[in-house]
């Protein structure tokens, strides 16, 4: 069985192929290539979320790496993604496994295998440890390795006090919910706030392995536990996290729904305003060209990078950016990890309300009123050998006009995306975490959004 690391990491479904045999298939095979690395092959941290059998499988390629010879940090219970991004890089570790499928359905577990920097695995090296994984000889067995249990919690706690304004969060007040949907940001971002004296209700705070029969991803579809909790409790904002933390939801007040590609564009408007950060924004081919109105009307560059955290990571640590985010609800920020951190986009949308004093939704219209509206939508449809064969045609079509819009032009950094006028676009790219083709559509109004996801329906499947 061919075992492929894809936008994210490697996830399958647990008992098909994500078994233990393939689990120390992978690990041998990061061993491997840790080894024929200059200066690698010391010290990894091994990591978990909440899912089903996080701890046997951590256990197992605990036990394989530390008879290589290494060193191995356990962390004593299932852990936020950014938190493992945070330790590998305080520590000055060789990297991390997680064992984690993120947002994915609560049948999948997964790999995210991460480097010295924090960063997920760029392609260069998944494809290394992918080439590792066909050597059918055991990495060989050397004295001097070990185990330690470690707690990351402190440290990163800590180190996300430097990056948010909990005075101005203190001095404000109010009342907050949040959500973990039963992962591992349960203890961390509600502690944050707690700690601090401010209010916050947790729901969902306790293991769950099922994520309540749904997928732990904090889109509106499954928040409605939070959307109630809010409203019942007067709450300044609703704030949810999926199940390793690196992805946000966020409810107003008055119970909007504040979307991914919208939170990203107000916080890069407030992280300019309040930090003077004039450094470049990043976002994916994937995310709203309203990033791209924010950053010319505070006069900063724009970087598009390809769908997956790791290319806004690249651009975080080279410091050429101030915030860089994904619409799949993924963001950091400038001198924070190369990595998305829900936790963090979650406490700077109740800074820039404590500090602005303004609710969130009433910061969207005055932003909207500066630099227009846009819509956005995405629709996903299943991957299967008819469809992968029509989207594999569609990708090298060039056409002049779709759907009677004329193509300004088309951008093929990631899928295929013909973008029309009036900042009006259309993209069509297969999921690099599920087998789905992912079809997004941006415009003025969301009727013409409905439409255009449509057309690209039928441009796909006709």
Not at 23 to 34: D, K, S
Not at 35 to 45: A, H, M, Y
Not at 179 to 187: E, I, Q
Request: charged share 25%.
């Amino acid at each position: 069985m061919a075992i492929k690391f894809g936008t994210s990491g490697w996830r399958a479904v647990i008992a098909d192929e994500f078994t233990f045999a393939n689990v120390r298939r992978v690990t041998e095979a990061i061993c491997r290539y840790l080894k024929s690395e200059p200066g690698s092959g010391g010290t990894l941290i091994i990591g978990h979320d909440t899912r089903f059998m996080g701890e046997a499988f951590s256990d197992v390629a605990a036990k394989l790496i530390e008879s290589k010879g290494m060193k191995v940090l356990r962390c004593t219970h299932p852990v936020p993604t950014p938190t493992v991004a945070h330790a590998i890089r305080a520590l000055k570790t060789d990297g991390a496994m997680n064992f984690t499928a993120s947002h994915n359905p609560p049948e999948y577990q997964g790999i995210k295998f991460s480097t010295p920097d924090g960063a997920p695995a760029l392609p260069e090296v998944t494809g290394k440890i992918e080439a590792q994984l066909i050597v059918t000889s055991p990495v060989a067995e050397e004295e001097g390795g070990s185990i330690e249990d470690f707690d990351p919690r402190p440290g990163y706690l800590d180190d996300l006090a430097t990056k948010i304004n909990f005075d101005a969060i203190e001095k404000a007040g109010g009342k907050f919910v949040y959500d973990p949907l039963w992962g591992t940001g349960r203890g961390y971002l509600n502690k944050a706030l707690a700690d601090r004296g401010v209010s916050v209700e947790t729901l969902h705070d306790w293991r769950d392995v099922t994520f309540g029969g749904q997928a732990p991803e904090p889109g509106k579809e499954h928040l409605g536990d939070l959307f109630t909790a809010v409203e019942d409790a007067g709450a300044v904002l609703g704030l949810a996290t999926d199940g390793d933390s690196d992805r946000f939801g966020v409810i107003a007040h008055d119970g909007t729904f504040i979307e991914p590609n919208e939170l990203i564009a107000l916080l890069t408007d407030y992280l300019v305003e309040t930090r003077g950060w004039k450094l470049g924004v990043a976002r994916s081919v994937a995310t709203s060209h309203l990033v791209d109105r924010v950053a010319k009307a505070r006069d900063i560059k724009v970087f598009e990078t390809p769908v997956g955290f790791k290319y806004i990571g690249e651009l975080i640590n080279k410091d050429e950016i101030i915030l860089g985010g994904e619409e799949s609800a993924g963001l950091t920020i400038r001198g924070h990890y190369p990595e998305k951190d829900g936790i963090l986009a979650c406490l700077l949308a109740v800074e820039a309300v404590a500090v602005r004093q303004t609710p969130l939704v009433e910061q969207l219209k005055e932003l909207w009123g500066r630099v227009g509206r846009l819509y956005s939508g995405r629709i996903g449809i299943r991957l299967d050998d008819e469809v992968a064969a029509k989207l594999k045609e569609k990708l090298a079509e060039d056409p002049t006009e779709f759907a009677g819009r004329k193509v300004q032009s088309t951008d093929r950094i990631d899928g295929v995306q013909f973008r029309f006028e009036n900042d009006s676009w259309i993209l069509l790219r297969p999921s690099g975490t599920e087998p789905v083709v992912r079809i997004y559509a941006e415009s003025e109004s969301s009727d013409d959004v409905n439409k255009l996801l449509e057309e690209g329906k039928k441009y796909l499947l006709g």
